[in-house]
Antibody
Framework: EVQLVESGGGLVQPGGSLRLPCEAS????????MNWVRQAPGKGPVWVSR????????TYADSVKGRFTISRDNAKNTLYLQMNSLRVDDTAVYYC????????????WGQGTLVTVSA | AVQLTQSPSSVSASVGDRVTVTCRTS??????LAWYQQKPGKPPKLLIY???SLESGVPSRFSGGVSGTDFTLTIRSLQTEDSATYYC?????????FGGGTKVEIK
C-alpha cells in the first residue's frame, strides 16, 4: 500500500523558512516523479512543484519560483520542500503527491501538513 | 497556462439523480484531464484520468467525457457518499492547473 507522510508544518513568521519532508513507502520511490500541491483554507488545490525521478530536474509554479526548492533523497525514500521568504499567502495545507506512472495525474496523496505564515 | 473553469460551482441533488459537472478549458489540451473527489479534511482522490478512464477501485457510476473544450464528470446515480467537492485538473507538461471546484450536496 502506498503511503506518503508529510511533516514539518507549523507557524512561521513572514520572511521565515520551513523544510517539509515527505516519507514514501509501499512503492518503488525511485521510479516516480513527485509533486507538492498546496491548498489554502477553503480554496481549491494549487500545484507547487514537481521533481523527476532522479532529482536532476524540477519545475515550479510562478508563485513560488525563486523561493521554494524541491529535492529528494532516493536512498531515504523522502521528498522535500524547502520554503524560504515565506509570505502570508503561502498559508496552506501542503500535500506531497505521487504521479500515476509517466503522467501528471496524482494517484496517491499524503494527508498533508499545515503551514501557517503569520506575524 | 491553461485555465480551467468549472460549472456549476455547487449543485444539490437527490439520491439516485444524475449529476453532471463541466470543466471548460481555455485552450485545447487533447484528452489530458483528470477529475478528483475531495471530502472535508481529506486529500483529493483521483477518479478519472485521460478524460474518461476510470481509476482502479472507483465505482462505475462515475464517468468522464469530452466535447471540444468541455470536459464532463457524470455521476449516474448519486449516492450519499458522493457528497464532496470535485475538481478537474490538467497538465501542459510544464505546469499543472486545477479547476475551481464544484460542491455536490445531497438534498
Amino acid at each position: 500500500e502506498v503511503q506518503l507522510v508529510e511533516s514539518g508544518g507549523g507557524l512561521v513568521q513572514p520572511g521565515g523558512s520551513l523544510r517539509l519532508p515527505c516519507e514514501a513507502s509501499g512503492f518503488t520511490f525511485t521510479n516516480y516523479w513527485m509533486n507538492w500541491v498546496r491548498q489554502a483554507p477553503g480554496k481549491g488545490p494549487v500545484w507547487v512543484s514537481r521533481i523527476n525521478s532522479d532529482g536532476s530536474s524540477a519545475t515550479y509554479a510562478d508563485s513560488v519560483k525563486g523561493r521554494f526548492t524541491i529535492s529528494r533523497d532516493n536512498a531515504k525514500n523522502t521528498l522535500y520542500l524547502q520554503m524560504n521568504s515565506l509570505r502570508v499567502d503561502d498559508t496552506a495545507v501542503y500535500y506531497c503527491a505521487k504521479v500515476r506512472g509517466g503522467t501528471d495525474y496524482f494517484d496517491s496523496w499524503g494527508q498533508g501538513t499545515l503551514v501557517t505564515v503569520s506575524a | 497556462a491553461v485555465q480551467l473553469t468549472q460549472s456549476p460551482s455547487s449543485v444539490s441533488a437527490s439520491v439516485g439523480d444524475r449529476v453532471t459537472v463541466t470543466c471548460r478549458t481555455s485552450q485545447g489540451i487533447s484528452s489530458a484531464l483528470a477529475w478528483y473527489q475531495q471530502k472535508p479534511g481529506k486529500p483529493p482522490k483521483l477518479l478519472i484520468y485521460d478524460a474518461s478512464s476510470l481509476e482502479s477501485g472507483v465505482p462505475s457510476r462515475f464517468s468522464g467525457g469530452v466535447s471540444g473544450t468541455d470536459f464532463t464528470l457524470t455521476i449516474r446515480s448519486l449516492q450519499t457518499e458522493d457528497s464532496a467537492t470535485y475538481y478537474c485538473q490538467e497538465s501542459d507538461g510544464f505546469s499543472v492547473t486545477f479547476g475551481g471546484g464544484t460542491k455536490v450536496e445531497i438534498k
